[in-house]
T-cell receptor
Framework: KNQVEQSPQSLIILEGKNCTLQ??????????LRWYKQDTGRGPVSLTI?????NTKSNGRYTATLDADTKQSSLHITASQLSDSASYIC?????????FGKGTMLLVSP | EAGVAQSPRYKIIEKRQSVAFWCNPI?????LYWYQQILGQGPKLLIQ????????DSQLPKDRFSAERLKGVDSTLKIQPAKLEDSAVYLC???????????????FGAGTRLSVL
């Protein structure tokens, strides 16, 4: 069964600090892995997409890594800002289907 | 570029009532998705259209849920009759290319928050 597990479930950090969110998956076949940011009351917005051959991809202060051998991904947020407070969802694409994780709820505190 | 439009933003109904949600995807996007997102969970795909044809509705509770995309543009999702467990946010998304394409990016609407009392 295709599954995407994210950790931690929730996280509180101080503004300006860095943090790392984790994603483990068992999806086969594997096509790509995406990280989405979902602000409260809004739909998810794509941050990064990585295929099998891509180990890292950055989008501003967001850097995603992928280890296709261990089926793990991480999303690193540098110098966090209050606007980073959101749910971060890891999504893995198989042949044509998407498997969503439950998300990590991040709260950046002033 | 206009995003995915959904309406209404909020809806409160009593159980056993009917409700309908509307979605207008980004212009030119052939693929349209409806997701159900229960509080604290990731979105769950309900149905996926390619133009006006259904690609995947394996997780759609067909005894009470229905969806259509008659002209391959706008779509409506209906629940009849609603149950308490249908309380969730219903997200619509669209993408330019089909689900088989490696990097089809989905663009989501803001969702409709449904509360069933």
């Amino acid at each position: 069964k295709n599954q995407v597990e994210q950790s931690p479930q929730s996280l509180i950090i101080l503004e300006g600090k860095n943090c790392t969110l984790q994603c483990n998956y068992t999806v086969s076949p594997f096509s790509n892995l995406r990280w989405y940011k979902q602000d409260t009351g809004r739909g998810p917005v794509s941050l990064t997409i990585m295929t099998f051959s891509e180990n890292t991809k950055s989008n501003g202060r967001y850097t995603a890594t992928l280890d296709a051998d261990t089926k793990q991904s991480s999303l690193h947020i540098t110098a966090s800002q209050l606007s980073d407070s959101a749910s971060y969802i890891c999504v893995v694409k198989g042949y044509s289907t998407l498997t969503f994780g439950k998300g990590t709820m991040l709260l950046v505190s002033p | 570029e206009a995003g995915v439009a959904q309406s209404p933003r909020y809806k409160i109904i009593e159980k056993r009532q009917s409700v309908a949600f509307w979605c207008n995807p980004i212009s030119g996007h052939a693929t349209l998705y409806w997701y159900q997102q229960i509080l604290g969970q990731g979105p769950k795909l309900l149905i996926q259209f390619q133009n006006n044809g259904v690609v995947d509705d394996s997780q759609l509770p067909k005894d009470r849920f229905s969806a259509e995309r008659l002209k391959g543009v706008d779509s409506t999702l209906k629940i009849q009759p609603a149950k308490l467990e249908d309380s969730a946010v219903y997200l619509c998304a669209s993408s330019l290319v089909g689900p088989g394409e490696a990097k089809n990016i989905q663009y989501f609407g803001a969702g409709t928050r449904l509360s069933v009392l």
